[in-house]
């Protein structure tokens, strides 16, 4: 089979195409045929070595779309030629956690195409509890873009910030990905939208396409005080962040008092100087989101199948072209989400 492999950490130009044995299944695994990938800023910190070192050779991704192949022994339910979907989470499904429903809290919650090889590839070798079937109201792109991104956008929508109908929440890096995500599921919750970007054009695909209420540009204008005007000096209930540091101070003036701050991830690096009083002072809640639960991405997955979340997708480049689709996402160009298509 053909992969995208990475033989050592460091930039995209590690990244090789090369031919290799394809995976066999054993006991309660399946092989799947992946026809389509989709990026996530995961895939380059991987990629640079940030979660420390993988072993090499590795092949990256974490969501993928595409058909049965093989099935290993005690696998029921599946039949090869099955279109189905993999989650990129797994918990043991064994431990407490797992049997609340919390398979994100698993002490062995494992990361498709972080510890294990992943779907930059043509075959993807999984525990069968990661598939899921899926019709053919969605292409393969579309089912592979609903999974980091869209998960995580769930996990702290409604299962972290727990968003109720009419609550004003703010959603940074409309074209992001999560960001993108973040606004679409927001707006499920019945929430008000205010969201950021660098560029114009985004912010206004954002509110012609996303369905956005209110948006500020962060490069020339002031976020927090535009926040404050539109909430009429109360401060937006929810902040959904994955910026970390360069977004902090905003964030912290953005909330209103009570307000919720859900952050699940640092693109502007690991560490941030805060102010610890407005924290305890104005009753803010911090709260991190780790990826999401199983029986939300089956409701996520349900949603779309019924036409309720449609996927925002940017471009799509072909396997081999790996390298030039994560320098692309790395210049912050996209809205939506980045695929791969595995032909
Ligand atoms: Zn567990």
């Not at 999984?126 to 991104?149: I, M, P, Y």
């Amino acid at each position: 089979m053909k992969s995208m492999v990475l033989a050592e950490h460091g930039g995209s130009d590690r990244l090789q195409l090369v031919d290799q044995p394809t995976p066999i299944p054993g006991p309660g695994e399946v092989v799947v045929r992946v026809r389509a990938a989709s990026l996530n800023h995961l895939d380059i910190w991987i990629r640079m070595g940030a979660f420390g070192k993988m072993k090499m050779p590795h092949i990256g991704g974490c969501d993928g779309a595409g058909e049965v192949d093989e099935i290993g022994a005690g696998v029921e339910g599946f039949s090869k030629g099955d279109r189905v979907v993999v989650a990129p989470g797994l918990g043991c499904g064994l431990c407490p956690d797992c049997l609340a429903g919390e398979d994100s809290l698993c002490a062995k919650f494992q990361v498709l195409g972080s510890s294990i090889a992943g779907t930059f590839s043509e075959y993807v070798l999984v525990n069968a509890r990661r598939l899921v079937k899926v019709s053919d109201a969605l292409t393969f792109e579309e089912w592979a873009a609903l999974g980091v991104a869209y998960l995580t956008a769930w996990h702290m929508v409604f299962g972290r910030a727990k968003m109720q109908p009419g609550e004003r929440v703010l959603v940074h890096a409309a074209g992001s990905g999560v960001g993108a995500a973040a606004i679409q599921l927001a707006k499920l919750a019945g929430g008000l939208i205010f969201t950021t970007s660098s560029k114009d054009d985004k912010l206004a695909r954002a509110r012609d396409e996303l369905g956005a209420d209110a948006t500020a540009n962060y490069a020339t204008g002031d976020v927090a005080a535009t926040v404050m005007e539109w909430t009429k000096g109360r401060g937006v209930d929810v902040v959904i962040d994955h910026v970390g540091p360069d977004t902090w101070k905003t964030n912290i003036a953005s909330l209103r008092k009570g307000g919720r701050l859900v952050n699940c991830g640092v693109t502007s690096g690991p560490k941030v100087e805060m102010e610890f009083r407005p924290i305890y002072a104005r009753q803010i809640s911090l709260l991190g989101a780790y990826l999401g639960n199983r029986h939300e991405f089956d409701s996520l997955l349900k949603m779309a199948d019924a036409g309720r979340i449609k996927p925002v997708l940017d471009r799509v480049f072909d396997l081999a072209d790996l390298a030039a689709a994560q320098d692309y996402m790395d210049s912050r160009q996209q809205f939506g989400k980045i695929i791969l298509r595995v032909p």
